[in-house]
C-alpha cells in the first residue's frame, strides 16, 4: 500500500527565506506525486504534480518539487517566502488499490507552513 | 470554469440523526471521489466513481456510510446514525477521464463541515 510521510508538521521561516516542505513517499508502482495547499476553511487547490515526466516540476506561485527514486522523496521548494504562502500545505500520491481499482490519493497529514515577518 | 461545489457548507446535527451531503463536479468530469479530513489530519479517501458507477467503496468507514450518483452527474453522501466520532470535514474532488486507470488532477471543492453534538 502506498503511504506518505511528511517531515514537520509545522514549519516556520521568515518572509523572503527559502521554503521547504519534505515529502518522502512509498509505492509499489511508479508513483504520481502531488502537493496541495489548503488555506483555512477551504478545499485543497493543486500546486504541481509529478506524472513520470520531468523530475523537476515548476507549479503555481513560485513554487517547485524535484522527484528522487533513490530517495523516495517529492520535496518541495520556493526560493522566497511570502505572507500569502501561509497555509497547510499536503503532498499525495496516487493509490492504485488491489485489484486495478480506482485511485484514491493518499495523503501526508500536512505541514503548517508559518511565515514571520 | 465552475468549480467543485459542495452543500450545504456547514452542517450541525444531533447524535443519532442522519445526514446527506451534495457534491457538484466540474462539467463533463466523469470521476467522482469523497474524502474525510479530520482535525490536523490529511483527507482520507473513502470511494469513487466514474459516471454513475461505484468503482471502489471498500474504505467507506462503516455500512453506515453509503454514497450515490444516479445520473453520473452530482453525488450524494449519506451518513446513517451519526456519532460524534464522524464530526469533520468530507471533501469532494472530481477529475476528468485519464487515459489508462491512473489518477488525473483532482479538483476539490470547499467541503461539508458536519459538527455532531
Known amino acids: 500500500a502506498q503511504s506518505v510521510t511528511q517531515l514537520g508538521s509545522h514549519v516556520s521561516v521568515s518572509e523572503g527565506a527559502l521554503v521547504l516542505l519534505r515529502c518522502n513517499y512509498s509505492s509499489s508502482v511508479p508513483p504520481y506525486l502531488f502537493w496541495y495547499v489548503q488555506y483555512p476553511n477551504q478545499g485543497l487547490q493543486l500546486l504541481l504534480k509529478y506524472t513520470s515526466a520531468a523530475t523537476l516540476v515548476k507549479g503555481i506561485n513560485g513554487f517547485e518539487a524535484e522527484f528522487k527514486k533513490s530517495e523516495t522523496s517529492f520535496h518541495l521548494t520556493k526560493p522566497s517566502a511570502h505572507m500569502s504562502d501561509a497555509a497547510e500545505y499536503f503532498c499525495a500520491v496516487s493509490d492504485r488499490l488491489q485489484g486495478g481499482g480506482a485511485d484514491g490519493l493518499t495523503f501526508g497529514k500536512g505541514t503548517h507552513l508559518i511565515i514571520q515577518p | 470554469d465552475t468549480g467543485v461545489s459542495q452543500d450545504p457548507r456547514h452542517k450541525i446535527t444531533k447524535r443519532g440523526q442522519n445526514v446527506t451531503f451534495r457534491c457538484d463536479p466540474i462539467s463533463e468530469h466523469n470521476r467522482l471521489y469523497w474524502y474525510r479530513q479530520t482535525l490536523g489530519q490529511g483527507p482520507e479517501f473513502l470511494t469513487y466513481f466514474q459516471n454513475e458507477a461505484q468503482l471502489e467503496k471498500s474504505r467507506l468507514l462503516s455500512d453506515r456510510f453509503s454514497a450515490e450518483r444516479p445520473k453520473g452527474s452530482f453525488s450524494t453522501l449519506e451518513i446513517q446514525r451519526t456519532e460524534q466520532g464522524d464530526s469533520a470535514m468530507y471533501l469532494c474532488?472530481?477529475?476528468?477521464?485519464?487515459?489508462?486507470?491512473?489518477?488525473?488532477?483532482?479538483?476539490f471543492g470547499p467541503g461539508t463541515r458536519l459538527t455532531v453534538l
Open positions: 474532488a472530481s477529475s476528468p477521464k485519464a487515459s489508462g486507470r491512473r489518477t488525473d488532477t483532482q479538483y
